[in-house]
């Protein structure tokens, strides 16, 4: 088959630059439905033509280009809870050779260094006791946005914060609960390896929010997001507890009121 410039003879000027922006176009949009897999997490070819504002005709050809590619891959989406009758809907996830498009940390020299750890330094505790600390460095940012935050809107707040340092993440309601949904992860390959950088987030997220919380998925285990379950209940706790530090704090001015400061 001959190319475009030798079918059209020496008129190719235009037409080849037709061409290029068309190719050019194509790669942005593609660009764009790989980025709202990773934003949002494994997706439907309905909710994509739906965030992106394309025919769902247009989006299965861009995510064709992107199986191709290794960038994305369809797989059966994953029902919580009791599943509804009928087969569950075909969705499209980052592959790992897509996440490393987005993603530029330097996973080898992060193995080594934790492998390192381990070898040298008191084993798997050593790695554990590293995965809390470097957590803990993060946790001040993330326990400011949760506490300037309604005891309802924690959840929500704890996703904004971790998106800042590039989780992607969402909260979304459930039966008895929320799910905080991390679509990105940045450490996911050394993780992989680690699994004491999952178990270390999951225990700040638990002390976070003051309530046990429950690792549903991650990344790392080869599912499409991160997702941990946190219950109805937590933000009961939080409430409460901030109506007793308000009570607290009226009945100790009602104590004080109409004394001399002197």
């Not at 061409?19 to 909710?47: C, E, F, K, Q, Y």
């Not at 459930?174 to 390959?189: D, Y």
């Not at 109506?243 to 607290?248: A, E, L, R, V």
Request: charged residues 25%; neutral net charge; proline residues 3%.
């Amino acid at each position: 088959m001959k190319n475009v410039g030798e079918a059209r003879g020496t008129a190719k000027g235009a037409p080849q630059e037709e061409l290029a922006a068309g190719l050019r176009s194509d790669r942005s949009t593609r660009n764009r439905v790989a980025r709202s897999i990773l934003d949002h997490g494994p997706s439907t070819v309905a909710a994509l033509a739906e965030r992106l504002g394309l025919t769902q005709a247009a989006v299965r050809r861009h995510l064709d280009a992107l199986v191709s590619d290794d960038v994305v891959e369809a797989r059966e989406q994953r029902v919580y809870g009791a599943r509804t009758r009928g087969r569950p809907a075909k969705v499209f996830a980052l592959t790992d050779c897509g996440r490393d498009a987005f993603d530029q940390s330097y996973d080898k020299l992060a193995a080594d260094a934790l492998r390192w750890i381990a070898e040298r330094e008191g084993g798997q505790e050593a790695v554990a006791a590293f995965a809390r600390a470097r957590l803990a460095a993060q946790a001040g940012a993330y326990r400011e946005a949760i506490e300037a935050a309604a005891p309802e809107e924690r959840t929500e707040a704890l996703a904004k914060a971790l998106s800042v340092d590039g989780y992607a993440a969402t909260a979304r309601s459930a039966p008895v609960g929320e799910q905080l949904c991390q679509h990105h992860c940045p450490v996911a390959h050394v993780a992989e390896k680690f699994p004491q950088l999952c178990e270390a987030e999951t225990e700040v997220f638990s002390q976070l929010l003051g309530t046990h919380v429950q690792r549903l998925a991650t990344i790392a285990h080869g599912d499409g997001v991160c997702t941990t379950f946190i219950p109805k209940a937590a933000h009961a706790a939080q409430a409460s507890q901030i109506s007793q530090n308000d009570q607290q704090d009226h009945t100790a001015s009602a104590r004080t009121a109409g004394r001399n400061p002197a």
